[in-house]
């Protein structure tokens, strides 16, 4: 009998079996949109009532981890690589946001995508993302989890490219495939360390084993520099960051789902599961935090000036994984995933917001032509506004119970916490509640730069929508108080604070609120005043406006650097040199001389009978001299 921590992840990959076969093209579209919309949250769905049954066995266990081996995958002699699953309090927590969200936002899709011509196939795809996901965090191996992690690579570049008759679409689905490989690469390289130290991949026993001192020969700081280089491309930091803005391309659920509530998290998930790597690497573990802020913070400052509806949405989910990676460089491992937890509320949220406002408005996603949405769209309104304020950081709200933390910790922890990191990430708190009200002021507030054809047509979505936006809001108001770093600290537990500074925490709560506050009030204040305002400060910032619309020039620098190069090599070297000189060359001038010389027999061939006469007289003639020679 199947486990039940198996058909979590197979109910997915049932929805998508089924939908691939009888509700897309190649299938005959024998399913109508209803159905396959039924056969694609069904699954889902199922599976967060599986995965909750399974918590509350797992709460009365004592929260003992439960394994499910599955089967034995390869053998290796007296070794072997199982596939077995593994549910403890960190894979618990990863599986309900990933069930749970992803089925509301199945939901959200059956509404948004319902005019679609591909409807069965996005499904489809969506329920696959679905299963490699799950398999990623309930694998209890690394090589089960680096199949999820290709298996969500290869989903994301499905969804991304979804639409792929428009160019862009494609290209964004090959960059985001592309680069998330770069890291895979350094995935790789650690996990093989890992196996060569070891002798097994479980990542359980490896912690273990490291915790109780077996890792003394592993060299933690080259296996997690490793990993965190697999992290990045995943989790979208620097220098890898490049390819989540542009997978904007997508569908809004999809945008929602990938990109704000699970698979960019997936690198957050990986470094916090792996902690005992990094418990000895202070060094990687110091590197993730500055290259963390340093995210959080450039991301932030693009953000600021972006024109695109999805794309502000989007440099945000860069900045607050930025925040994540941050709180694991500093040890606090449980506050990250926190993080994880509210931010798949809030963003999920303004993700399915945003989708909300491109219906309404037929497609259009530039916010300098919206303004005064809130009283043709008043439930998406009041829903982008509650998580907009959870993400900014406002008391009370998800967003400010564990971004509190994350500056808490990077300010004071033992493991690393620095002033300057603290202060860092306390600017970009304060940049991110202030793009954050611009874009709501510029979206909801103000009067209509609509054009009135589109103005006249807009209202709001269907309750399948509504009602989605209606509950992630709730959750973005109420996620806070739910003590995820205290459930995970047996497993994650926080890291020690500097004796010297743990008076200066409620200071440093009060600053975190003024932060907050200061950021909305900026925003309002400008936004909510007249254009000169605005038009003033754009003046006088002038050359740092068009650094920030050109987002640091970053592509352009690749460009430059990496992909001009590698075309011109691929043209030059490997496709003149190679392919044409070498391989074509070498082919072709053997075929010449065949021909040539098959040419210069061909000339013995005439069809004159006193030719060949002749040639047979010299050849007796050849014959007799050579037996005279040996006489």
């Given at each position: ?14 929805g ?6 009888f509700?897309?093209?190649i299938?005959?579209?024998?399913f ?8 694609g ?26 394994v ?6 390869a053998?290796?002699g007296a070794?072997?690589?199982?596939v ?19 089925s509301?936002?199945h939901v959200y899709?059956?509404?948004y995508?319902h005019?679609d ?10 329920n696959?993302f679905?299963f ?5 965090v ?15 690579g290869?989903a994301?570049?499905l ?10 679409n ?25 196996y060569?130290?070891?002798g097994?991949?479980?990542?359980d026993?490896i ?6 001192g ?8 080259l ?13 979208a ?23 704000a509530a699970?698979?960019?998290t997936?690198?957050?998930y ?8 990094y418990i000895?690497?202070?060094e ?22 972006q ?10 989910t860069?900045?607050?994984l ?14 990250a995933?926190?993080h994880v ?12 917001g945003?989708g909300s406002?491109i219906?309404a ?13 809130r ?10 506004l509650?998580?907009t304020?959870a993400i900014?950081g406002?008391?009370?709200l ?14 004071a922890?033992?493991s690393?916490?620095?002033?300057w ?9 304060f940049?991110t509640a202030f ?6 002021w510029?979206v909801f507030?103000?009067?209509?730069r609509m054009?009135?054809e ?6 709001e979505?269907p309750?399948?929508m ?5 509950l ?11 003590h995820?770093?205290?459930f995970?600290?047996?497993m994650?537990?926080l ?6 500074l743990e ?9 975190s ?8 009030g900026?925003a309002?204040?400008?936004y ?5 305002r605005?038009?003033?400060?754009a003046?006088a ?7 920030l ?11 430059r650097l ?6 011109w090599i ?9 392919d044409?000189l070498l ?9 010449g001389?065949?021909?040539r ?8 061939q005439?069809?004159?009978?006193q030719?060949?006469?002749l ?5 007796l003639?050849?014959v007799?001299l050579?037996g005279w020679r040996?006489?």
């Amino acid at each position: 009998m199947t486990h039940p921590l198996a058909l979590i992840a197979l109910l997915p990959l049932f929805g998508f079996l089924v939908n691939g076969v009888f509700a897309t093209a190649i299938g005959g579209r024998r399913f109508s949109n209803r159905t396959a919309a039924l056969v694609g949250c069904a699954g889902p769905m199922l599976a967060f009532g599986l995965t909750i049954a399974m918590f509350l066995q797992l709460r009365a266990g004592d929260y003992v981890p439960i394994v499910a081996p599955l089967y034995r995958w390869a053998a290796l002699g007296a070794q072997g690589f199982d596939v077995a699953f593994l549910f403890d309090r960190l894979s618990a927590v990863m599986t309900l946001v990933v069930t749970g969200v992803g089925s509301v936002i199945h939901v959200y899709s059956a509404g948004y995508m319902h005019d679609d011509k591909s409807f069965g196939r996005f499904f489809a795809y969506l329920n696959l993302f679905l299963f490699f996901m799950l398999r990623l965090v309930l694998g209890r191996s690394m090589l089960v989890l680096f199949v999820g992690w290709e298996g969500v690579g290869l989903a994301s570049y499905l969804l991304i490219g979804f639409w792929f008759d428009e160019p862009a679409n494609a290209v964004a689905g090959r960059k985001a495939f592309i680069t998330n490989r770069i890291g895979d690469a350094g995935f790789l390289l650690g996990m093989f360390l890992l196996y060569r130290t070891f002798g097994t991949l479980d990542m359980d026993y490896i912690n273990k084993a490291i915790l109780a001192g077996q890792g003394a020969i592993l060299p933690a700081a080259l296996v997690g520099l490793f990993l965190f280089i697999g992290a990045t491309g995943k989790s979208a930091q620097i220098p890898l960051y490049v390819w989540l803005p542009d997978a904007m391309a997508g569908p809004t659920p999809v945008s929602a789902l990938i990109h704000a509530a699970t698979m960019v998290t997936a690198g957050v998930y990986l470094v916090a599961r792996m902690s005992g790597v990094y418990i000895m690497a202070p060094e990687t573990s110091q590197l993730i935090a500055v290259v963390g802020v340093l995210t959080a913070f450039m991301a932030a400052t693009i953000a600021l000036v972006q024109t695109d509806i999805k794309k502000v949405l989007a440099y945000s989910t860069v900045s607050q994984l930025g925040f994540m990676f941050l709180a694991l460089g500093v040890g606090a491992y449980g506050v990250a995933i926190f993080h994880v937890v509210t931010h798949a509320f809030f963003k999920a949220c303004l993700f399915l917001g945003a989708g909300s406002v491109i219906h309404a408005l037929g497609g259009e996603q530039d916010i300098r032509r919206m303004g005064g949405l809130r009283r043709h769209i008043p439930v998406t309104f009041w829903t982008f506004l509650i998580a907009t304020a959870a993400i900014a950081g406002l008391p009370g709200l998800a967003g400010f119970f564990s971004k509190d933390e994350i500056l808490w910790f990077a300010y004071a922890s033992q493991s690393g916490g620095a002033t300057w990191l603290w202060a860092l990430a306390a600017v970009t708190a304060f940049l991110t509640a202030f793009y954050m009200f611009r874009l709501l002021w510029l979206v909801f507030f103000g009067a209509s730069r609509m054009a009135p054809e589109v103005e006249h047509h807009v209202h709001e979505s269907p309750l399948s929508m509504t009602a989605v936006l209606a509950l992630l809001a709730v959750l973005s108001a109420v996620g806070g108080y739910i003590h995820i770093p205290e459930f995970l600290a047996p497993m994650l537990p926080l890291p020690a604070v500097v004796p010297a500074l743990e008076h200066h925490e409620h200071t440093l709560l009060y600053v975190s609120i003024a932060i907050a506050v200061s950021g909305v009030g900026l925003a309002v204040w400008l936004y909510s005043g007249p254009t000169a305002r605005v038009d003033a400060l754009a003046r006088a910032m002038s050359p740092v406006g068009a650094l920030l619309r050109g987002k640091y020039f970053v592509d352009e620098l690749y460009d430059r650097l990496l992909v001009r190069p590698l075309v011109w090599i691929s043209e030059h070297v490997l496709l003149r040199g190679g392919d044409r000189l070498l391989l074509d060359g070498s082919l072709h001038g053997l075929a010449g001389l065949t021909q040539r010389l098959a040419g210069g027999l061909s000339r013995l061939q005439t069809g004159q009978l006193q030719w060949y006469a002749l040639l047979v007289m010299l050849g007796l003639v050849a014959v007799v001299l050579w037996g005279w020679r040996s006489v």
